[in-house]
């Protein structure tokens, strides 16, 4: 059996397939991966890196043809998908550039006595990744987990399962699997997978976790989230500013974890952000084929999301949301959806409180900043944040009381982004990070060796008598 994977801006066109993995071979193929960590694990850092140095640059020289295809898999614009696979290489020479410092031991030899911290890796490292950036965010997963000595088995999204298994090939001690849920559970149950890093929605995570949890495997939850944009009232944009603010929200159709989900704008500067917002729409926004280098916003990823998004929408405009439309798509048979902006919803119109995922993001009005702090943490999830303000100092105060795992100052989504800065959310949107040192740190654990000062031969430190004085008390 196969999955076929159709191109959503033109679905008769089907991109190509990938065989499915049948569940019974889970099994087999921890097995096999858990064989292969313990070689793997012992060849020493450098020659580790090396390996992971030419998949960067392979990557990276391929890169035109990979973005080609996820293109055309994915339905982002062409240009979005050449920046992803080019971040992805930049990512795993980080990884190269900073993996001694995490991954190496630690020696202390003083009074107290001599430790060593050995940094270990987990074994088989389980990835299930998403659709709507499976490159980055399967490499964000790969990069540190083969540095630090383990194996990977891979299961990408059925949404985009082609670019990603090309760049799978690139990589050392990578095996990927093909299938949905089934296949997940399996995978996550099994007792030779040490630790699962999951990308993706609330339904999947909660199951996921809930099969770690049976099987005690640890877990990264890299979540949902419906981050909120909060302008306060000193905010002065450009004209170009507007334009990467659309982009936060209408990047990859509004299918980003970090879009921009909710705009919280003074009700006194309402009208003159709107009309900036909608000049700025009108010229940036193109929707179309996401292979044509004019166009900035391609088609949702399948019917069912153009059906979901186009309910959501009708719902906020019978509660009394006013949408103005930003832009129109092609029509066809392409699952295209218009880009909208529905001006003042109520604040429990699931537009406004669930994460959309789709190219429609509200608008909505405060009077005072403590009212905005409440109604932008009033949501279960907490993933991204950003403020806009022409004071900075006030906006990195304003940004600590937001509820978000990162905040952007003045700007929003994939702009915002640094490879030092970790990356996750807070409640609901998941545990763990990605990026940065503590990115790194998920795929190893710590282990010590250690002898006591005071039992080595002339040894001093801790009080010598206190824990058996204790013991025999
Ligand atoms: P999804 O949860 O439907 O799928 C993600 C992966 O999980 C896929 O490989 C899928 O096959 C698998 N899966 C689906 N249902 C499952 C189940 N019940 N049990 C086990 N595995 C299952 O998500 P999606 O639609 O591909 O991606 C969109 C979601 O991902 C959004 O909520 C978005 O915010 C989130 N996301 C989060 C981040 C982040 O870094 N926090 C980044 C990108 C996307």
Known sequence: MRIQRENPARPREIVGSVPVTPVTAVDELARAAHGRARGWSALPLPQRLNRLRSAAAELASDADELAALL??????????????????ARYLEWVCAHAAAVYGPTEIDDAEGRLTLT???????????????PVILSVLKLGPALAAGNTVLLKPSPLAPLTVTAVAELLPETTVLHGGAELVQALVAHPLVGKVAFTGGDAAGRSIAAAAGQALTPVVLELGGNDPAVFLDDFALTADDYERLVLA??????????????????????????????????????IGDPCEDDVTMGPVVNRVAVERISALVRDAAARGGEVVTLARGPGGDGYFADAVLVRTPPDDTPLV???????????????????????????????GASVWSADEDRAFRFAARLEAGFTFVNTHNRTGMSLRAPFGGIKRSGFGREYAEEGLREYVQTTVTHAPGVFRPGGAGLPARAYPAAQSS
């Not at 490292?125 to 998403?130: F, R």
């Open 71 to 88: 293109a055309r898999e994915s339905g982002k614009p062409i240009a979005d998908c050449r920046g992803e696979i080019g971040f992805a």
């Open 119 to 133: 940094p270990r890796p987990y074994g088989v490292i389980a990835a299930v990744t998403p659709w709507n950036a």
């Open 249 to 286: 929200s209408f990047a990859t159709s509004g299918q980003v974890c970090m879009a921009a989900k909710r705009l919280y704008v003074p009700q006194h500067r309402a009208e003159e952000f709107l009309d900036a917002y909608v000049a700025a729409a009108q010229r940036i926004l193109r």
């Open 353 to 383: 409180s669930t994460e959309q995922f789709g190219p429609s993001v509200p608008l909505l009005t405060y009077r005072t900043e403590d009212e905005v702090v409440f109604r932008a943490n009033d949501s279960v999830l907490g993933l």
